[in-house]
């Protein structure tokens, strides 16, 4: 599966829209963004996949270039709560051999939403 | 709907003792993939199970083994415990060839 590149840390005012990018430049056709969070040890809370279109939830927007190569995920109005580590993942899925659906994590980008 | 059941929350093993782990996926999925979580880093994947089969694994040695039931609840087993298998280990859901996966909060493993 691909690599991703994600800045270590950001600081996002709460309040304000949280722009975490994530750069992806060797996908390929068949595999998807995913992003998860991960708040203080708990379990990867999922959060948004999509393969090229931009995708819109009740947690967050992500915008993926018409190249594919980079995304970035919004959090409109980010609050003290979405403090956690947020990871950018790219991954096969579904295809005919049935080859796994494993993630590979990277080390992410701590997000830290200040008051 | 409960979303992606783990137990125990915590355990704490001697070295050398064997453990087991237990996950039931979402409703509607029928695929588990085990990750384990040492402090201050990502989860690494262990290995998958579909149909009661292991389908997939990763860097990790013969102690680690799982099981997957008819139910498609599934197990993770760790043999001759060491040290450095203290970490929060992860269960995934998925449903074969779905796009979404879900994890579970996690068993806390201390070895000590």
Known sequence: ?115 | DAGVTQSPTHLIKTRGQQVTLRCSPKSGHDTVSWYQQALGQGPQFIFQYYEEEERQRGNFPDRFSGHQFPNYSSELNVNALLLGDSALYLCASSRDRGTEAFFGQGTRLTVV
């Open chain 1, 1 to 115: 599966d691909a690599k991703t590149t994600q800045p270590p840390s950001m600081d996002c005012a709460e309040g304000r829209a949280a722009n975490l990018p994530c750069n992806h430049s060797t996908i390929s056709g068949n595999e998807y963004v995913y992003w998860y969070r991960q708040i203080h040890s708990q379990g990867p809370q999922y959060i948004i996949h999509g393969l090229k279109n931009n995708e819109t939830n009740e947690m967050a927007s992500l915008i993926i270039t018409e190249d594919r190569k980079s995304s970035t995920l919004i959090l409109p109005h980010a609050t003290l709560r979405d403090t956690a580590v947020y990871y950018c993942i790219v991954k096969r899925v579904g295809l005919r051999d049935n080859y796994g659906q494993n993630f590979v994590f990277g080390p992410g980008t701590r997000l830290s939403v200040l008051p």
